[in-house]
């Protein structure tokens, strides 16, 4: 992968529930909304079937301007049994998730895009801010 077209995010274990500092979790996401307009994408069971709770599950957790902004910014994906069903396959994209199911990595396999699979471990405290270095590693 050369660049990045599209950043797809999950939200638990990813940016809510994580030992992360908050500040480098709303870096993260500053630098996404900055730098990736219009191609920053939910993958999360809380933007599912044509609903976008992702609002509802981020109050509380950051600053009510922040949310709301993401709730505006961030696109929703519609996915079904697997959250590859909602991946552009032909993008360079990058995907933020905590949890890869077996049956979604061989999706990513047989499209050959597992390397736009970047696990977050929730119980580090520093992947925040490894997400935004190896985000900012790529050209924009």
């Avoid at 990058?94 to 199911?101: C, G």
């Avoid at 970047?118 to 405290?125: G, S």
Wanted: charged share 30%; net charge negative.
């Amino acid at each position: 992968m050369q660049k990045i077209d599209k950043i797809y995010f999950g939200i638990d274990g990813v940016i809510r529930g994580v030992a992360s500092p908050k500040e480098d979790v709303m870096a993260l996401l500053r630098y996404c909304l900055d730098n990736y307009p219009g191609a920053v994408y939910w993958l999360t069971t809380h933007c599912r079937g044509g609903e976008n709770h992702t609002d509802y599950a981020l109050r509380g957790e950051f600053p009510d301007e922040l949310v709301d902004e993401l709730y505006a910014k961030v696109l929703p994906t519609d996915w079904g049994a697997l959250k590859t069903d909602a991946i552009d396959m032909d993008s360079d994209f990058v995907w933020f998730d905590d949890n890869l199911f077996e049956v979604e990595k061989v999706v990513l396999e047989q499209n050959y895009v597992l390397d736009g699979f970047f696990k977050m471990d929730p119980r580090e405290p520093e992947m925040a801010k490894k997400a935004l270095e190896f985000l900012k590693s790529f050209p924009k």
